[in-house]
């Protein structure tokens, strides 16, 4: 089961803060999770329970959602979850939560649903509050949005390698295309775009079933699939997608009983940091919070 | 190469319209298979459009030149795992081959011009269609319906198309035909060739390019032959692949606007004789022309 997740002291927390903010993560003013314990590091939760999925393989709403809580509340060092909560996302603030509608591996509703209403419960109006994928450049709130919730499940892809909450926005751009060259090495660039540059909060990886190979005319094959029970949160996109590459990696390496890289490479989550500065790839950067259930983590 | 006849039609004004290939196709898909009917509108994608309905895998069509997707789900009686039927209108029959090459598991079955076969999931290829039809779940009869379905729509295409050419400039002995890649497009090549990441930017894999493995008296090799614009170019890469990538004279050849690289050999004798047997079947395909 999930355990608790520790404090963090304000002093911990303001030393902490400024290591994503001169990354460009966080908003000037907004609070950071960075670990305050290595002020270099950025922080990452792992967060996974063996009760998440039913027997169908749909997500349960209620172990989600305490999932996404106790995640946010180890990010923050809060020891509860609507204080840190507070701390993503303010009265006043208008909030766009980026989803994936991609079938089949699609953003859980539920989970959309669970972050619409803590987002709502923090302060911020309902009606300053939107879900969107697609239509992102197009939907008002996103267009007046000062802060966004970045969540998508992770699965491999034919050109990225990974689908990536850094790969998630790049329906932001006003030409998605011009974002798949070189196995879509800029990606990383998106981020610096207007829309969305300094607001994104929160990103969740959502690793319940992740998609580790791809195959079929889609690029989808449940066989591919696998209950891994999983969210990854982090403000710090680089390190959460670096952090879901490994575990991707792992499982490969496990299923194949060999080496088998992912195919093509994932370079846009190490660009991301290095051409970009968007943030830490590397895990010795990267403090891993691991909560819930330890089995077969692979990392 | 076939010439692929633009259908004409008459309005109900009388005035001539062009229907486009896979506007006469759809009119001809079977509203039901087996158990399975035809129950949601069929959809179509564009180039610009196709992102919104495949994730992770459309780059790859695009890669091949594709012009337009029809997509139509059949639903079984109960429940809701559908058969899903993907009709792609690509460039060219050679891309539709291309297209098929890409992902070459499976069991060969007599359907279209080439087809295989998985548990669940149909692929062929036929004049400039590439056809895929999967069923998301493992009902029973959906295989036999996959398949059913697979021949209805093969059944429907009237036309056939022409391979590459450069598939004829490839020896025959020792070669695998599950191995045969064809592409145009240098993250294709990469995704097929990783270990070239990073290597000789000569062979970019841009030109109509082929792959293929061959096996001889316990040898192995990868060949790679690519078209290009003319002996200057093909002359121009080879010159430029032996200099970054260091491939000897044994591995390299080029004849005409013909580029040939084995670029993976467990000997160098196999190197020699799978590019000395390009040169042959060129001098044949000549001396019968």
Redesign the interface.
Known sequence: MIMKADGLSRRDFLRGGSTLALAGLIKPGTASPADAGAAQKSRVVLIRDVDVLDKEGSPKPAVLHEMLNAAVAALYREKDSRSAWRKIVKPGDVVGIKSNVCRPLITPPVLEEAIRGEIVAAGVKAEDVAVDDRGVRGNPVFGRATALINVRPMRTHHWSGLGTCIKNMIMFAPRPPDYHGDTCAALGAIWKLPEISGKVRLNVLVMLTPLFHSVGPHGFSKEHTWPYRGLIVSADPVAADATGARVIAAKRKAHFGEDRPINPPPHHIELADTRYGLGRSDPAAIDLVRLGWPDEALI | MLLYAVAVALSSHGSMTVTDPLALLRARLPSAVGAWTAIEATERYDPQTI??Y????A??Y?AYGMQACLARRYRPPAGDAAI?L?VFLMNSSEDAYGVFTH?R?GDPIALGQEALVRPN?L?FWKGRFYV?V?A?DEAEGAQEAVVGLGRAVAGAITEEGLRPALLQRLPREGLDPSSIRYFHDR?LL??HV?GL?GGPLAIDGRRPTMLARFHRDGARALLLVAEHEGPDAARAAEIAARGDGGFAATRIRVLDSLLAVVLETDTDGLARRLLDEIVSRQTESEGSR
């Open positions: 992102f919104s495949i994730d992770g895998h780059e790859v695009l899903v993907d992902d598991g999931w692929s895929s999967y998301e993250q990469l995704y990783p990441r």
